[in-house]
């Protein structure tokens, strides 16, 4: 098992939900729900910063029979444009089948009336979403899902 801090992002159309482990992998906990808006890349960056993580795990919401459809093709975008804006910072899309419905039965279960806090949702989203990884890692010894390798730059005659 790797040692180091994972920031997860459970990435929606209108919220994210950014979940971090402990530096051990041991730990998920919820940090925060980021608009899902123009300032969303800075606010990620900024967490990034302050968390200093070993990568970032990213939801790919494929469906039930694990294809992908329009939502995992959007979540591919915004990985580009992860990957972009976080260099140096592997960006890791791990299948985020159920881990909506299995935060919102959860919550529901310890008696928090789910409707009225979406963002707590997408936390407990992102907080399964890591958790799923981590025990991919401990189970396997191979770090969680797909890597995506931020865009290679084109030398150009000027760069020589």
Same mark, same amino acid.
């Given at each position: 098992?790797?040692?180091?801090?994972?920031?997860?992002?459970?990435?929606?159309?209108?919220?994210?939900?950014?979940?971090?482990?402990?530096?051990?992998?041991?730990?998920?906990?919820?940090?925060?729900?980021?608009?899902?808006?123009?300032?969303?890349?800075?606010?990620?960056?900024?967490?990034? %910063?302050?968390?200093?993580? =070993? #990568?970032?795990? !990213?939801?790919?919401? *494929?469906?039930?029979?694990? +294809?992908? /459809?329009?939502?995992?093709?959007?979540?591919?975008?915004?990985?580009?444009?992860?990957?972009?804006?976080?260099?140096?910072?592997?960006?890791?899309?791990?299948?985020?089948?159920?881990?909506?419905?299995?935060?919102?039965?959860?919550?529901?279960?310890?008696?928090?009336?789910?409707?009225?806090?979406?963002?707590?949702?997408?936390?407990? %989203?992102?907080?399964?979403? =890591? #958790?799923?990884? !981590?025990?991919?890692? *401990?189970?396997?010894?191979? +770090?969680? /899902?797909?890597?995506?390798?931020?865009?290679?730059?084109?030398?150009?005659?000027?760069?020589?």
């Amino acid at each position: 098992m790797r040692t180091g801090v994972r920031l997860a992002l459970d990435w929606g159309r209108a919220r994210i939900g950014v979940a971090a482990s402990d530096p051990s992998g041991i730990l998920a906990h919820p940090v925060e729900t980021v608009p899902s808006d123009a300032r969303a890349i800075a606010r990620i960056q900024a967490l990034v %910063a302050e968390y200093e993580p =070993l #990568e970032v795990v !990213l939801g790919l919401p *494929r469906n039930l029979a694990g +294809a992908e /459809g329009p939502a995992a093709i959007a979540v591919r975008e915004v990985a580009a444009g992860l990957a972009a804006s976080l260099p140096g910072v592997p960006i890791r899309l791990v299948d985020e089948r159920l881990t909506t419905v299995t935060a919102s039965r959860q919550l529901s279960g310890a008696g928090r009336n789910t409707r009225r806090q979406r963002s707590v949702i997408d936390q407990a %989203a992102a907080v399964a979403l =890591l #958790e799923q990884a !981590l025990q991919h890692e *401990r189970t396997t010894g191979r +770090a969680p /899902g797909e890597l995506l390798l931020p865009p290679v730059q084109e030398r150009t005659p000027a760069d020589e």
